[in-house]
């Protein structure tokens, strides 16, 4: 059993906190005469608090050692099972559960649980909308359908399923099948004992049942409250509709508080209609291809020296395409980690016939997205560090720890826009802690300029090529404000 995690720990952290117990057994009702389903029980915090006396309960858990010492619960069937695996591979149930549409269903689902990947490549197989690498939308997922209709449900999960490119799925089945009435939004201290990777927690309870554009959904942003969840329940609440959550399943769902502070006057599109958004190479042994000036050296070494005299700044077009017909030779090479806003690169990469051969042709290689190699673009540091940066590149190679934005209309705009709080804002709103992905980058919201404001962008860039960056501070942010 459990052959395909690679980690028994079975990412449960468990940890009775009375204010988010308390607030999910609220939000669950009376459960009196219900029948319930409890996907990974635990320790109990749940089941042993329900407010009424249910027909039937059913817990289940992967770990044995939740079967040690039995809970005391009146009407509690106990099943130990793996919740995923039993949709997976039901060929393999050893424990069957009974074929029941419950009344509700409350859980706190294991976060990450960390599956082979052959097992990944299963559950793609099984379920080929589902994201395979989170277990939490998979528990969702399964529960959910085990509902009758209009049957109630509570979740306590993080809330990376309201922003995530890969989780986008599970807003699609939220919409289709499980209509919420309820989402609470705070950070992950709330546990008490346990502070989790994730940017933030989420508390969310409905129905089964399809979102329709009048639904109303009471929604509680706790992200800056200590304050009691059901205490801001009833002073703090806002509603967003159906209609909100249908039409930006696509991108986002973000909380009504924090989308106030971002306000647009005029039209807006998103970064990915007007630019390409694409991450760069990885050599796959960067130790060997990749390069630094000598004189140059970064504090973080990786790579070896190299003389700039050898790069070869301004490769011919054949030479970009084919490669360098040298034993070695490099060419510029612009690396993740800010920069200033017109820096040179100081980084260089191997460029010759054989190296692009090794790049093509070994596993861990990566020569994706080549035909933006060379192009005049932005670089955007992959890794987060609280803040977004831009910086100009030009006939130079990007790796993977860039994203590279490339758009002939809007460059000199997006120059100064992504450098500017507002798009840092934006971006944190969109996904609060994570890295700076190209599909992330892709939804961030940039206004609608005309011809002519374009045109006043590019001349406060070239006159910040020829002053200097922080010359055109005041500049920048008035023309910035003038926008927006």
Known sequence: MNQHLTDKSFQGYFTDAEDLRNTMIHLLGDVSE???????????AFIKNLLGTPSQIDAIDIDESHFKNHLTVNNCNYYHLDYIDYFVRPDNRNNLLPELAYDSTICNPPYGLKFTKDYRKLIK??????????????FFYFAIQQLKKDGRYVFIIPDTFMTSTHLRYMRDFIIAEAKPTHVFQFKSKRFGSVNFGYGNMCIIAGNRAATTRESEVVWVDAVSSDQPLLD????????????YLINNAQ????SPTRSEQIKFSRETVSLGEIAECRTGIYTGN?????????NKPPKRVNGHPVNWDDVTIHPSDRQRKTGIDKNVAYVPFVRGGHR??????NSCIRWDID???FYDNDKKARLQNRDFYFRTGLAIPMVTSGRLSASEMKDSIFDQGVVGVFSDVYHDFLLIYLNDPFATKQKSLIAPGANNSANYLKKIKVPALSDKELDQASKIVNQARETGWYETKKMREEFIASVL
């Open 251 to 254: 991108d986002a769902w973000i």
């Open 125 to 138: 197989k099984s379920f080929p909308n589902t994201y395979a690498k989170e277990s939490y939308a998979l």
């Open 355 to 357: 190296a692009i051969a």
């Open 286 to 294: 960067n130790q060997m291809f990749c390069g630094y000036d000598v």
């Open 232 to 243: 801001l329940l009833a002073h703090e609440k806002k509603l967003v509709t159906g209609e």
């Open 34 to 44: 219900q029948t319930i389903l409890e996907p990974c029980f635990g320790e109990g």
């Open 340 to 345: 200033k806003v017109f820096e040179s690169a």
